[in-house]
């Protein structure tokens, strides 16, 4: 019974020493497919903080688009007070300038003064203003004063 064993002897050691390969095999197997899922948790832990950084901002970023939104719409109504305000002096001015006109034609006396005023305000001389206006020395020095003042 031992002759009989002894033949299988052989067999038996090469069947445990191949069991002994395939369980480390195995082994070996898990242990690599372990740390490829660690490594693969850590990949998505890594992942997952950049995706909360892109949120975070993202909404700092929104949160700037809606400042600047507001801003810019206190801007533009800023902008229609404005261009509201232009038109109402430009009337003005056109009322004014109208009413001025009024009073010049009215009284020839005027329209000389204003011709003398721009007369001083261009640098004439006062013997220029004089002969050009028909005004005295004193009328022309008073505006020689009151434009030099201005």
């Excluded at 740390?35 to 892109?54: C, D």
């Excluded at 305000?121 to 050009?132: K, L, N, Q, R, T």
Aim: proline share 1%.
């Amino acid at each position: 019974m031992l002759d009989g064993m002894h033949d299988w002897l052989p067999i038996i050691n090469l069947s445990a020493t191949a069991f002994g390969l395939v369980a480390i095999c195995i082994v070996g197997l898990m242990y690599a497919k372990k740390q490829s899922v660690v490594a693969l948790q850590l990949e998505q832990q890594q992942m997952a903080r950049e995706i909360n950084t892109a949120f975070t901002v993202i909404k700092q970023l929104e949160q700037t688009l809606n400042d600047n939104r507001h801003e810019l719409t206190q801007q533009q109504h800023q902008i229609e007070k404005l261009a509201i305000s232009n038109v109402v002096f430009a009337e003005k001015i056109t009322k004014i300038q109208v009413q001025t006109q009024v009073i010049e034609e009215r009284d020839p006396q005027v329209k000389l003064y204003a011709k003398a005023s721009m007369l001083v305000a261009d640098g004439a001389s006062i013997d220029e203003v004089m002969s050009a206006c028909d005004l005295g020395r004193a009328e022309v020095e008073l505006l020689q004063n009151i434009h030099s003042s201005g």
